[in-house]
Structures are given as C-alpha cells and as structure tokens.
C-alpha cells in the first residue's frame, strides 16, 4: 500500500465535486479553476485537470465557450449545465453525508480510543 | 550559442531552444501517447497546450525573448509528469462501480475504443505463439486456438499445417512492450507500460516512442468536428466495411484454392509414390517422362502464388498492422512462379512434341486356305483379364502381374489381291517425339490374328506395353483377297471396318457386315443383298408430284405437269394400265 497513491486517490475522488462547485455560480477558464483549486491545495500539478475537465464536457455536465482575451488567444469559459447543476446537488448532499459519517467515525475511534 | 526553433503553441508564436524544443515535443508525445485511447484526446491536448502557451507568455517579457529549457522545466513541473494525467484514469478504470454515471459511461466507451491488434505472443508458444496471440485477439484461451489447429490439421489433410505457417509469416511477433499491451488490448498509456516493465521488460523507452507517434502528431488540430468531418466519418465506415467484405471474399477464395491446390498437390503429386487405378491414367499420359509430382508442383507453384497473394491482399485488408512478408520474400516467389510457368511450358511443349512424329511398322503375311470356299471374317474380342481399369480413351488391362495398355483403334478394310494368293497386311502406328522412336513403339503393338475352319478371327484390340503409354497407337488390317474370293464379314465386325471398302452397292462399311461379298476387280460385289434395299432408299426422297418406279412388282408411272393433266402407267402382275387426263385404258 502506498501512502501516496491512496492520497492522491482521496483528492482525485473529490475532484470532479470540487470543479463543478467552483463553477457554481460563475463562469471560469481554465487557469482560473486551477488557480482556485491550487491555492486550496486541492492540486499538485496542473495537468491532472484537463482529461478531467474533458471527461465532464463530454459526460454533458459543463459547457463552455470561447471568449476572446486581451493578453492572449481566445480562452475557454466552462460553465455548469442543467444536469451539471442536478449532479453538483447530489454530489453536494452525498458529501455532507460522507463528511458527517467520516467525522462520526473517526471520533467515535478516538472516543473508544481513550 | 544554442540554435532556435520557431513554434506555434494554442496560437501563440514562440521562440524556442533547439534542446528545450526537443524537450517540450517529447513531454507532449508522452502526454498524447498516455491518451491514446482515451476520449477526447485531441481536445485535451490541445487545452493542456493553450495552457503551456499561456504559462510561457506569462515568463516572456519581449517578443524577442527565447524560451529555453529552464522554462520548460519549470513548465512541466507545473503542469505535471505525463504519469500524473494519468490518476484519473486508473480510479475510473479499476473502481468503475464506485464512480457516478458519468465516469462509468465514458469508461465503458473507453474499453469499446480500445482496439486490440493482432500479435504473436511471444511469451506464450509452443511453435510460433500464434494461437496464443489469436487468443488474445479473439479473447479466448489459447487452448481452444490450438485444439482447433489440431483439429484443421487432422481434418483439413495438412491444410491447417499451411495456414498456421502462413499466418506465422504474416503476423508480427509482439516484441516491444507497446505491442503487447496492443495484442492483449489494454491502452499504451506509461502507467500499463510501467506495469509491464515492472514485470520484467527493458528498453521500452525507444519502441514506446514509435507508438502512432506520426498518427498522433497529425491529428492534433481544431477539436471542433463540423457537419463534414461527420460527414466524412460516415463515409470512412462505410467503404472500411465494404473494404473488409472484399478482404474476407478476397481471403475465403485465395485459402480455398490454396488449400485445394494443395490437397491436389498431395495427391497428384504421390503418382508414383501411391499405387491406385486413377494413376494409371495420368501416368500412361504422360508421355514427357517428366516425373508427375514435378508437374503438379510446378502447377501448384504457378496458380497458387497469385492465390497467394490475393489472400494477402486480402488479410492486409482485414488487418491493418500486417507484418510485409518482406521484398525478399516476395521475389523469391515471383522468382518461383515465373520459373514454375516456365517450367510447364517447357513441359508442355516436351508433351506435345512427343506427338510429333508419327510411324508404322508393317508385316504381312500370307493366307493359306481353300480359296473355293467362303471365308468368314469374324471380330474377337477377348476378355480374360486378371484385372481391367477402364478409361475414356484406353484401358489398362493385367494378366499374371502384367500391365499392359488395352487401346480399340483397330481398322480392317478389304482389297482385291493383285495374284491369287491372300494376304493379311497388318499396319501399325504410334506417335512420338522422333521418327525412329515412333516407329519402335509402333513394332512393340502387339497385334495377330488367327486362321481357323475357314474362319478368320481379328482381335477388335490391340495391347501394348504399360511403359510404353499411350501414343494414339492404332493398327490398320488390310486383308487382301484374289479375285473371285466370297468373302462374309460376320457382324462383330460392323465397327472395326475402315472406311475404303468399295463395293457394288455403294454401302457404307458398317452396313457390309452380315451379307455374302465376293471379290471383284476392284470392288466387292454383294451376292445376296435385297435389291429393295436400294429402292428403300429411293423412297425416302420421293417426290410429291412425280413418280416413275421400277421394281420387282412392276413399273408405276405417275406424272402431273403444269396445267395439272396427269398421266400415269402401271405394268405389273394385273396388266398394263394407262391413265391420261380423263381417258382411262386397261390392257389386260
């Protein structure tokens, strides 16, 4: 068992809720997710984002359209689709739970611990 | 100094360094590579380029300022080594079930998209490790694979022995590690080959770069698919489809053929080696003396090969990464099959050559019997053969282990002799490649007849040995009578009679037989042949209108001319009668 990959597998697991929530209320690029998600620590390199971000365009949960920048070329601004929105919700709820039971869990362990 | 590359990155005009250039393409091939099956490629490709794009322009103060290798490095960090696109792939992939619809629905499209190729696995083979590779193309155990070869051999006569040669030719051997993953159908992406290197593989590095690394690099463009390029795919799928229905007709004919030349290979070609009595005939044909399993080889050679490349064709339809056979190989048959077409023609010249020449050998002997009495001239056929092969145009008989060829072409015509003595001329002939050889195969005919009570007996057949094969031998029995001879050709003899028999009532030679002939100056005349048999044959062109007869009842006249008058006479037992227009006279 490596300590790494179940670590990064936890983080990947999250991913997918994270992108979408950062794109809940507003539209965003590319590099404006990854700023997000980077200085939440939630990324360790930039890369990982793009077959993700792909998968879920392609899974019909984010849109996007091109928007012509000032310091560059066009850039692609994701947004939230209907389902994407639907999806976000469950995920969002399936959290919670998973949060709560963690939490549940793990204390009661400390608790039993002591 | 270093020397410096121009470079278009998601739409942005860059200056890079020859090595940081190198490094920048290798980094991306390794990305594109880790996604060759995966959906959306093309367009994750072209976001993670946009993103390296912005990233430079970001450290580039001045158009004029060079990328070099320490942005690179620093790019590639930041963006992650190709391993780590790779994360999301293997939790969708291992755990589909604990992932939302989503992942799970593109994964199972994942799977679909991942096309297996068809290698030889070189880890598992007892020959050539082509029913394993087969397996792993089919997604069956090797075990069924190689029953199924036991069977095709045992049931196809050897048939199967040539596909799997052919396909152990044809096929490539799963060498680098990229290959193999290909044949088991798992994508080529650098975590499986790690996987696979960690078993045990080394320099994979070097083959992993071949990888449809061309493919790749072209296809890496607008992501945007447009009414067209749908268009255009349709298409595509319809002419591969149509395409693959001519490669398996192409494939199904070609191996039918082969297998059937083959098969015929085997059994024509053990004539000599395998004794039965349908290779008599093709032996007593063969007349070159060109041993029968160099023809058949030759013939083999000379229609198989285009066969054979016609299932190339074929398969190289069906199966995109065939292996060539190589411009070796293909010379070394073209050279076999234009010296196998060579080869028959010489022998089919030697063949007919053997026909070219064609001599008699002739002996005559005379007759010694009552010229007074009547001679009866009978066919014998004799039939007391241990054993007797039948064919169309001879027959090949045994008697006490002897083989002989047993041929019908046995003439008998009759002449008037020129003294008083009879003679019996017996001619024969054969054909062959030179004068002197025909005429010694013409004296090896072995061909007599007997004298007994008044009677000669001709055989209808001649015999001659088995060795000496069949040269259109024939024997031509002139029997030559003095004058005044009454000569009966019994009826057995009806089909052996040539066709110079000249006789009195202009009969033809099968008709001669069964009536009493005697000898004339030149011609036979007939003693007991029915005159009405000559009249017979008048009245079968009778004409409507006209009838004058002269026969044995009397004359009978029966004229009408133009103006429709009729006169008609009739002479026979009861008188003379004459009818003219309306007038009627009777003469008793």
């Known amino acids: 068992m490596n300590i790494e990959n179940t670590k990064a597998q936890m983080r990947k697991g999250v991913l997918e809720y994270c992108i979408l929530s950062i794109l809940r209320d507003q539209d965003k690029y590319a590099s404006e997710i990854l700023e997000t998600l980077k200085n939440a620590k939630m990324l360790v390199v930039e890369g990982t984002i793009y077959p993700l971000l792909t998968r879920l365009k392609n899974a019909g949960l984010l849109n996007y359209r091109w928007e012509e920048s000032t310091s560059g070329p066009p850039r692609k601004y994701y947004a939230l689709t209907d389902k994407g929105k639907l999806f976000l919700n469950e995920l969002s709820s399936t959290w919670e739970e998973l949060h709560n039971a963690v939490t549940i869990v793990t204390s009661q362990k400390t608790s039993d611990n002591e | ?588």
């Open chain 2, 1 to 588: 100094m270093n020397k410096t590359t121009n470079i278009n990155l998601g739409g942005l005009f860059f200056h890079i360094d020859e090595d940081a250039y190198i490094k920048l393409r290798d980094y991306l091939d390794a990305i594109k590579r880790s996604f060759t099956d995966s959906q959306g490629r093309d367009e994750i490709i072209a976001d993670i380029e946009a993103r390296i794009a912005e990233l430079f322009s970001e450290k580039i103060q001045n158009e004029r300022q060079v990328v070099g290798m320490a942005e690179v490095e620093e790019v590639i960090t930041i963006m992650g080594q190709p391993e780590d696109y790779l994360v999301d792939d293997e939790i969708f992939e291992d755990q589909p079930n604990q992932e939302p619809s989503s992942s799970s629905s593109s994964t199972s499209q994942n799977q679909k998209r991942t096309s297996k190729k068809l290698f030889r696995d070189p880890d598992d083979k007892y020959i050539g490790g082509v029913s394993s590779g087969l397996g792993h193309y089919l997604g069956v155990d090797a075990l069924w694979i190689r029953l199924l070869w036991i069977f095709l051999v045992v049931a196809g006569v050897g048939s199967g022995i040539l596909i799997y040669i052919l396909l152990w030719i044809l096929v490539p051997e799963a060498s680098t590690t990229s290959q193999k993953l290909a044949m088991k159908g798992e994508p080529v992406n650098i975590s499986n080959i790690e996987k696979k290197v960690r078993e045990g593989f080394d320099e994979v590095s070097e083959k992993v770069k071949n990888v449809d690394y061309k493919k790749m690099g072209n296809k890496v463009k607008s992501s945007s698919r447009t009414f067209f390029d749908f268009l255009g795919d349709v298409m595509t799928v319809l002419v591969n489809v149509f395409a693959k229905f001519i490669g398996i007709i192409l494939i199904i004919c070609a191996a039918t053929t082969i297998i059937g030349l083959f098969i015929g290979l085997f059994t024509v070609g053990s004539v000599g080696f395998i004794e039965g009595p349908w290779t008599h005939y093709i032996e007593v044909l063969n007349t070159s003396g060109v041993p029968v399993w160099v023809v058949s080889l030759f013939t083999f050679f000379a229609v198989g090969i285009p066969f054979f490349f016609l299932f190339l064709l074929g398969l190289k339809i069906l199966v995109n990464n065939l292996k060539s056979i190589g411009s070796t190989a293909k010379y070394v048959l073209l050279a076999l099959w234009l010296i196998s077409v060579i080869g028959l023609t010489v022998m089919g010249i030697k063949q007919a050559t053997e026909k070219a020449f064609t001599a008699s050998s002739t002996e005559t002997r005379q007759l010694s019997y009552p010229i007074s009495d009547t001679l009866r001239i009978e066919a014998e056929s004799y039939g007391s053969w241990d054993d007797r092969y039948y064919n169309e145009r001879f027959d090949i008989v045994v008697n006490n282990g002897n083989k002989k060829l047993y041929l019908e072409d046995i003439k008998i015509n009759f002449t008037a002799s020129e003294d008083s003595l009879g003679r019996v001329k017996i001619h024969k002939s054969a054909e062959s490649s030179s004068y002197e050889k025909a005429r010694e195969k013409a004296a090896e005919i072995e061909y007599d007849f007997s004298l007994k009570n008044n009677t000669l007996y001709f055989p209808d057949y001649l015999l001659t040995n088995y060795a000496n094969k069949y040269r259109e031998q024939e024997v031509e029995v002139t029997l030559s009578i003095p004058e005044g001879t009454v000569i009966y050709p019994a009826p057995s003899l009806r089909r052996k009679l040539g066709y110079r028999n000249a006789n009195n009532m202009g009969y033809s030679s099968y008709d001669l037989p069964g009536h009493y002939w005697k000898m004339g100056k030149e011609e036979l005349h007939c003693l007991d042949c029915e005159e009405q048999e000559i009249l017979d044959e008048e009245k079968t062109t009778p004409d409507k209108d006209e009838r004058i007869r002269i026969d044995s009842n009397g004359i009978d006249i029966d004229i009408k001319d133009e103006n429709g008058d009729n006169f008609e006479m009739k002479i026979d037992k009861g008188g003379i009668r004459i009818k003219a227009g309306n007038k009627k006279d009777t003469v008793v």
